[in-house]
Structures are given as C-alpha cells and as structure tokens.
C-alpha cells in the first residue's frame, strides 16, 4: 500500500522543492540580469508604476528576469515599457498576467493539506486476498488469486516504474484499465492525493451485507417498471427487508424505506470532525426523493443547435437471457481476464428508461446525461446562475469565452477526464476494495464449496439470497453485462466522480432554484411515450442531482458497483468541480463574485 503523508508540516520533499526555487531563482546569472536592468535608469517605483501587471512580489522572487520570464529581450522590453517607448507592452503584461494566474493557482492548491487516506484494513488482513480487487490476474479454483501475479501488480503500483506495468501478469486477454492515468498531473483543480473520502466498509461488516443484500434485489427487480414500486409484492420485499437491515445507509423517509426511496442515490463525506478520516457522513441530495424516479434531464429531447437528440434508448430485453455471470465457470473465466462469450439481446424499439434494468442499459453504454443537461437548460431558457457577471450588464453578454454555455460545454467536457484522474487514484492506489462480482463469489464458495470466508450472515439468512438461488439456481450476483465490471477496483465509483463533477458544474452555472416547467414522466401503459407530471415542482438542482445519483445508481443494478462505491465517487467528482472553478475564477477579467450553489450535503457555498 502507497504511503501518504497525513501531516500537514513539509515533508523533507517539499523543504527540498522549496530550497531548489529559492536557490533557483537566486542563481548568479539571474542577480547579473536584475542589476543591470536597474543600472539602466528604470527605478523600482517607477517599473511598478508603470507595469503594475508585473507585481512587486513576481520582481523580488525573481521572477522577473529569471528564466521564466526567458530572455534578455524580455529585460529591454521592460524597461522600455517602463519608459513608455514600447507599443507591445499590453501584450508583455497579458503574457505575464497569464504566468502570475497560474502561478497562483499553482500556490493556492499547493497549500490544501492532504487529508488521511484510512483504508478499511482489508488488504492486510487477509493474506490470501479475498477482499481486495484481483480480477484480471489469474485465480485458482475458488476464484483466489495467484500471489505471485498480485506481487506483479503491486510492485508496479509501488514502484510506478512504466516498465513494472507491462511485467504485470495477467490470466486473460482483457487488460487492466489504465492504471498509470491517475499518476497523471492535472493542470487544473487539486492534486488527487488532496481529496478525502472515507474507507469503504469491511469485508464481514453488516454494512457490506446490507450493500449486498440490496445488489441481488437489484438484480431480482431489472425487469420491474419504477412506477410498480408501491403495487409489487416482490419490491414490497425488498423494502421489508432493507428495513431489517442495520447497516443499510440508503435514503430513508422518516426512517424507513419506503417505494419512493427504493434503489434512489445518497451521498458520503467524511466528518471534517473525525481527523482520522474514517467517520462517514451520510446525505440524500436535495430534490433525490422528488417525483419520478428518473431525472426530468433524461426525458426530454436535446436540442443541439439545429438537430434534436432523442431521449429514447436502446433497452436489454427482459428476463434472464439478458443475466449474466450466474454459471461458475464463466463467472470463473471472467475473474481471470477472459470473455463469457455472451452478448446482450436488445429490444428492437426505442423507449423511455422505464425499469431498473432500462437504467442499468444506460448506465452501462452512457449517453448525452450532462451534456444533454446543459442542452436542454439552454433550451428551456433556464436562467443563469444570479452570480453571472453578465446579467446585469448593460452593455455585454457572455460567449464561448466566458460565462456563457459554450464557455460551460468546455469546462463540462474537461472534467470528466479530471474526476476520473482522482477517483482512479482511490481504486488503484489506496482502496484496491473487491468488484460485487468477486463478493458473490465468496458467497457462493462458502455455501457449494464448503469455504469459510468471513461473509456477515445477514447475507445466508437474507431473502434475497434465498430468492436468487430459487430465480437463478445459482448464489452468484446476477450482472446485466455479460462482461462484468471493468478491471479496476469498486471504490471509488468512476461513473458516479463523473456524475459529481458534472452535476456540481451545471448548478454553478445555471439557476438551481429555478422550477423546470411542464415536467414529464413515462406514460405507464406504453414507455414510447411521456404524460404530464403533476406532482411537487422540481427544480434544476434537485433534476441534475437526480440525473447524477441515477446514473451511479444504475451501475448497482447492472451489478458492478457497491452503493457506497458511487456515493463516496459523487462527493469525490464535487470537491474536483469546485477545485476547477476555483481555479478558472483566477483568470476572469469581469467584476464576478464567485460561484455559489448547492452541494450535494445541501449547503450552500461560494467559490
């Protein structure tokens, strides 16, 4: 496991990265440079009066006249622009007001302290590996993993070395998904290793058994429409059950699972309070629980300039051709990096995501989600955000540039490269937790194979577990992709720190409060088509916070994601949104007061 520092004093590093700027920037060719600017006539208040771009603090660090600044020619132009004679010296100040800005972000994400990064113990606790994600790399029988192929993959994870990756072994043909991307560095927001998320539960907890438990009701529920939740008796199961359950940390109303919380998002932080790190703070998003189960942002069409974008998806047939996983041998073949050799029937007419196994088919493929959302926004004529410098404007309105939607696509479309950066940082580097995928493996092994891996028994005892066996003759999950999950480890959620960067995004750039009008829902006798919704008013915030936890969500009905996987990603994905704009708001030339909107925990803040 990567060790990280946990202090917020400099580590013997950072003394040593500061020494070398300093001693850099104090260079005898530097200090020649600065005399002879000064010998020429330009005195110290005069160069600032007249270059006020170039700070007092960029000229004493050296800055000016160093070899950042790059030439002699950079030294004449200055000192002409100090004498008035030089017709290019908007432009010298532009360049510098360019490096001073992203000096400063630089500085400012420099000073945000790393966080504890506390795993749950997991790894280390057990030799054999049963708790931590080995799929790709070649396994035994019982689905244990070859050490000598878990040593490959931890050295090169260690070592970080890009020759010890490509000595990693693997037992298949799939490859390991890009391991190396999180050891990327971002231009923009906060260093990965600066964002904390709690530790995901242990492997025996009755919090990994309620996640369970909730999974294989997933998997037994795909082919039931969302407006049924209230009239059938298998969902009235289920909600019976995952009230049972002390460990389940699914939304709740007045404590109780209920057909309108069932299978919706919440969100994780850790308690700012437990400096450990390991106190997890739960959240239902604002606007989750309100009308229909899926966000108004995924049924409607997108207008795309002169072209509509229909909100209509392709859908996975129903019933168990389109179940996955459930033989052992091919579960068994998958863990080792090979193909079921199964694909997905789809059904040959488009509809509106009308049952979990619909949201599950988008959630696995993707599509227009938050991009759509800024589409339909601007279709709607959804107001800005009341910060925009713009609307107050007598004389200007915003573009491409800034504070406008082109200005938001390009950030929109940044950031889930950024996010992903981040939570991959988790899954390779600090979590590495077990696949759902590998967990009912262990299940399955205890019960046929006579195995004694530390499974909760509120899993043996559960009525899911007895309904699957019954359903699928099998105690493996159930997966609606033939394939499985995507080699890298559950936590964090990937999609869901791509759902938190978006969503985060699109509230502060749009009016959260704003009530979308003439709302929609599938029509129940026939899913090619929408009906008016009269219930409550929903707004952007709540719709966007809807469109992010559905999309994390349906991976857990696909099978391959824990819920605490996409709550802890949602959270994960918001802290590098805010890092983003924190950063872009360095370069604005308007008069612009921040950012401020709703973060999933419902507090209003200010960026």
Known sequence: ???????????????????????FQSRSGEKKRSRRFWRNGVSRRSFLNHASLFTATSFVTGIVGSSFSSSKGDVVQAREIAQGRNRNSSYIRFRQQAFQVRLQAAQNNRQIDIPPHPTNGDEERYPNKIATDTRGLPHDQKGEVDQRAYNSLIKALTTQNPDDYERIILGGTRKLVNPQGPL???????????????????????EQAAEAIELYWQALLRDVPFHQFAQDPNVAAAIAELNSLPGFRGPKQNGFVTPQTLFRGSVIYTDERDR?????????????????????????????NTQVISPLIRTALAGRENDFLTNYNEW?????????????????????IFTVRDLSELSHIGGALFFGALLILSGIGAPLNPGNPYINSKTQVGSAATFAPGHFQALLNLAPSRAIRASYWQKFYVHRRL?????????????????????????????????????????????????????????????????GVQATLLKAFFDENFIIPNPVEPDPNDPTKLIPYNGA??????????????????????????????????????????????????????????????KFDGRRVTV
């Open 332 to 352: 068994l073949t998958v863990q080792n990096g090979g193909s079921s050799g199964k694909a997905i029937k789809y059904d040959p007419t488009r509809r509106f």
């Open 276 to 304: 450990s790190g390991r106190t997890t703070k739960y959240f239902t998003p604002p606007g989750v629980l309100d009308g229909p189960h899926i966000s108004q942002f995924l049924l409607r069409e997108i207008p795309y």
């Open 1 to 23: 496991m990567q060790s990280e520092h946990n202090s917020s004093q400099p580590s013997q590093e950072d003394t040593q990265t500061q020494n070398e700027a300093t001693n």
């Open 184 to 206: 990327a560095i971002s231009l923009e927001g906060i260093n990965a290793s600066q964002i904390a998320v709690p530790p995901p539960p242990t492997l025996d907890s009755a």
């Open 537 to 598: 008013p929903l707004t952007v915030g709540g719709e966007l916070n809807k469109l992010a936890t559905n999309y994390y969500i349906g991976r857990g009905h696909g099978g391959i994601h824990w819920r605490s996987d996409g709550a802890a990603g949602l959270a994960l994905g918001e802290e590098v949104a805010i890092s983003i704009l924190r950063d872009e708001r360095l370069g604005y030339n308007e008069r612009f007061n921040g950012f401020t909107f709703t």
């Open 435 to 499: 696949r759902p995928e590998a967990y009912g493996g262990l299940v399955h092994n205890n019960i046929v194979n006579g195995t004694n891996y530390p499974i909760n028994s509120q899993v043996f005892n559960s009525t899911a577990l007895a309904r699957t066996f019954s359903t699928f003759g099998t105690y493996l999950l159930p997966h609606a992709y033939p394939e499985g999950a995507p080699f890298h480890s559950s936590y964090t959620g990937g999609a869901a720190s791509i759902a």
